[in-house]
């Protein structure tokens, strides 16, 4: 679980601008909330059914066929699953939906050149007090760490691209180099951590 309990917004130096207290951050999300790593919500329910149902891996849906009482879904590995649903949770830009519905264009609003990076940095910064979120703000860039206790971490970058598709071929360490590399505060170390992350 993700238990912030402070939100410090700090300047390029890293020295604190203000900060929202957890009184605030409570009622802004209202009771009862909770929030999940994703990673750790995934973990808990592979933990939860991998005995009671069957789970694959690197797989992915190709065909979806809808009949009167149910659905049939051919998958990448050649393999046809039949069944009473189908529930498509694989994400912003979703296979599944595309495959039901049509392409994605026609249901998503695009948010000029916004970009956004997320991952879970090896060391959790100094600077930041346990169970408390940072942001640096910029013109076109945001730049957020949160520290969850227990060692652990996120980042969050957020920025304009002026060319979205070439930042996402080059992939995330040059763009987001690119991006952030005279930003200061934090951000010289995490991007030297970016090449370690688990996922970007």
């Known amino acids: 679980m993700v238990d912030l309990r402070e939100f410090v917004y700090v300047n390029a130096r890293g020295r604190r601008r203000f900060a929202v207290p957890q009184a605030t951050v409570t009622a802004m999300l209202g009771q009862p909330h909770l929030t999940l790593q994703r990673g750790d919500l995934e973990a808990a329910l592979y933990q939860a059914v991998h005995d009671q149902a069957e789970i694959r891996f690197g797989t992915q849906i190709q065909t979806i066929t809808?009949?009167?009482?149910?659905v049939r879904a051919t998958l990448t590995d050649a393999t046809m699953v039949e069944a009473d649903l189908l529930v498509g949770a694989?994400?912003?830009?979703?296979?599944?939906?595309?495959?039901?519905?049509?392409?994605r264009q026609r249901f998503w609003v695009a948010l000029d050149n916004i970009l956004v990076a997320a991952f879970r940095p090896e060391r959790s910064p100094d600077s930041v007090a346990e169970h408390t979120a940072a942001m640096l703000t910029a013109p076109g860039r945001t730049a957020v760490v949160a520290n969850l206790g227990a060692g652990r971490s996120a980042a969050l970058l957020t920025y304009r691209s002026t060319d979205p598709a070439g930042d996402l071929a080059d992939g995330p360490h040059p763009a987001l180099t690119r991006a952030y590399r005279e930003s200061g505060w934090l951000l010289p170390e995490l991007l030297d951590q970016l090449g370690q992350a688990e996922s970007v």
């Open 66 to 70: 809808q009949h009167a009482t149910g």
């Open 90 to 103: 694989d994400g912003l830009h979703s296979g599944v939906r595309a495959l039901a519905f049509g392409p």
